[in-house]
C-alpha cells in the first residue's frame, strides 16, 4: 500500500512537472529533422559578392536581408534550412528577406564576414545577422539562438522573422 500511495505521489508530481513546463513554454517541439540533404553552403562562391548582389536586391524588392552562417556539416544549419523552406514559413521568409548563406568551412572560411557583421561563431551555428537594404546591421547573434535545432520551434523562427521584417511589409 506504501508503495503504491508513493508511486500515485510520484507519478503526480511528475505530471504536475511536466504541465508547468509546458505552461511556461519550455516543452516546446524543435525543428522537424530535414528531409533531405542540400548543399546549402557551396564551396566555392564568394561570400562578399553574394552580400552585395543580396542588399541590392533587397533594396530593388523592399526587402532586409539574413545572413546565416554554417556549413553542409552542420545538421542545425540544415534544419533551419529546411523550416525557411516550409510551407508555414517560406511565405514570411520570401516576402520579406533575401537569404544568403555563407559558408565558414571548417570554422576557417568568411571569418571576416563574421567579424564585420559582428557574429560571434565560437557560439555555434547557425549563426545569423539581418541587415537594412543599405547595408546597415540591424541584429547579429550573439547568444547562439540558432545553434540548437532541438531547443528552437517554428514559433521562435516565425517570431525571430516577424520581429525583422521590414516595417512596410
Known amino acids: 500500500m506504501r508503495t503504491a500511495t508513493s508511486r500515485a505521489m510520484i507519478l503526480g508530481l511528475a505530471a504536475v512537472t511536466s504541465c508547468a513546463a509546458i505552461a511556461r513554454g519550455q516543452a516546446k517541439q524543435g525543428l522537424p529533422a530535414p528531409t533531405e540533404k542540400r548543399v546549402i553552403y557551396p564551396e566555392n562562391v564568394d561570400a562578399k559578392v553574394e552580400i552585395t548582389e543580396a542588399l541590392a536586391k533587397a533594396a530593388q524588392t523592399h526587402r532586409r536581408v539574413i545572413l546565416v552562417f554554417g556549413g ?4 542545425d544549419c540544415h534544419a533551419l534550412d529546411a523550416a525557411f523552406r516550409s510551407a508555414e514559413i517560406a511565405p514570411i521568409v520570401n516576402k520579406n528577406f ?11 572560411k568568411n571569418l571576416d564576414l563574421a567579424e564585420k557583421y559582428d557574429v560571434p561563431l565560437k557560439r555555434g551555428v547557425p549563426a545569423s545577422a539581418v541587415l537594412e537594404s543599405n547595408g546597415t546591421l540591424l541584429y547579429s547573434q550573439k ?10 520551434s517554428k514559433e521562435d523562427v516565425v517570431a525571430f522573422l516577424e520581429k525583422w521584417k521590414p516595417a512596410s511589409h
Not at 553542409?72 to 545538421?75: L, M, P, Q, V
Not at 537569404?99 to 568551412?105: A, C, R
Not at 539562438?145 to 528552437?152: D, G, L, Q, V
Open 98 to 108: 533575401v537569404v544568403v548563406h555563407v559558408n565558414i568551412g571548417e570554422y576557417d
Open 143 to 152: 547568444q547562439g539562438e540558432f545553434e540548437s535545432a532541438k531547443r528552437i
Open 72 to 75: 553542409n556539416w552542420c545538421y
